[in-house]
């Protein structure tokens, strides 16, 4: 690994399965996420150690993610680049929910320095285990990426974490950006640069300081459209909004195709939006974009998928909330 310009990477643990251990050893693949401290990830050789910090801000399974991790974890990426020794920050998380994590910490910047977050389809334990590569592979493009963007690196690829999505259950093509091109790729051991940032949609979004001071989490759910599905799951949410503590604020519809749904729902829908709920339309294809369509009335298109659309939606909410 070259350790470069004499910067310091603060490494951030969040759990996952890169710091997960097997649960039964005879079963390589049933583990338990998150069990290691995130300086054990790797066998950091003593000359690695002077130029990383680890910190381990949290230790779950990324299915938990949620307000008070996302909060704790934005402060230590504060903190680490409000010291003039830090060039970069390394973050490792679950592979489950990274994209969205990726498209907070994306929207809350630009930082000061590289984000680069990365993770692991295998245990730590595993005899074939992939997080430590992924490890070194993080530290190594956090010294040479551009400043201000958010990667996710994983099995020698860096995306941007605007394009990237979990796509699959298989270890080795977990992670995908579609058409988009990759920030870079690690080519016989080098890392070879491929384009900067895509272009992103501005939403509202809120400082740091409101994000960090946050007490709850704007309610926003995502819903799948499919062939032959009623509207009774959108007029039962409607129906629980009196009894709730954090009452829905928004829809994320991922629509069949370009965003389509029927009319039963699109009914529903509009009644969603007299009520005040936020309505985006997203597409249930990976790489889908959503179009208008005829006989379609109800709902924002939203050019994201749907598990960055949730998050944009919320941290728009949390923003208007603050004005
Ligand atoms: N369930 C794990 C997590 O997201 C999956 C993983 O890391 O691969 O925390």
């Known amino acids: 690994m070259s350790l470069k310009k004499n910067r310091k990477t603060v490494v951030l643990g969040t759990g996952g399965t890169i710091a997960g251990v097997r649960a039964d050893s005879s079963n390589p693949d049933f583990y338990e996420s998150g069990r290691l401290r995130v300086t054990d990830l790797a066998n950091f050789s003593e ?20 307000l008070p991790v996302w909060q704790a974890l934005v402060k230590a990426v504060v903190n680490a680049f409000s010291r003039e020794d830090v060039g970069s920050v390394v973050i490792t998380h679950g592979t489950d929910t990274l994209e969205e994590t990726a498209y907070l910490l994306q929207s809350l910047g630009p930082w000061p320095g590289p984000v680069v977050m990365t993770c692991a389809m295998r245990p730590a334990d595993h005899p074939h285990a992939d997080g430590p590569a992924n490890l070194r592979d993080a530290l190594s493009w956090g010294m040479k990426a551009p400043s201000d963007g958010v990667y996710v690196v994983f099995n020698q690829q860096a995306h941007h974490a605007l394009s990237v999505q979990k796509i699959s259950t298989d270890p080795l093509r977990a992670f995908s950006s579609g058409f988009a091109p990759l920030a870079a790729e690690k080519i016989d051991g080098e890392w070879v640069w491929q384009s900067g940032p895509p272009a992103v949609t501005r939403f509202d979004m809120p400082t740091t300081t409101h994000f960090l001071g946050a007490t709850q989490w704007p309610r926003v759910e995502w819903l799948t459209h499919h062939a032959g599905c009623g509207s009774e799951v959108i007029d039962v949410l409607l129906g629980s909004q009196g009894n709730s503590v954090n009452p829905l604020r928004g829809l994320v519809i991922a629509g069949t195709g370009a965003g389509s749904f029927n009319g039963k729902w699109n009914a529903s829908l509009k009644a969603a939006s007299d009520q005040g709920l936020v309505i985006w339309i997203s597409s249930r294809c990976a790489w889908g974009i959503s179009q208008p369509q005829a006989n379609q009335s109800a709902g924002e298109l939203v050019e994201l998928p749907p598990a960055k659309a949730c998050m944009a939606m919320a941290l728009s909410l949390m923003a208007q909330d603050a004005k």
């Open 47 to 66: 000359e690695e150690h002077h130029h990383i910090e680890c910190l381990d801000v949290a230790q779950i399974d990324s299915k938990n993610m949620g």
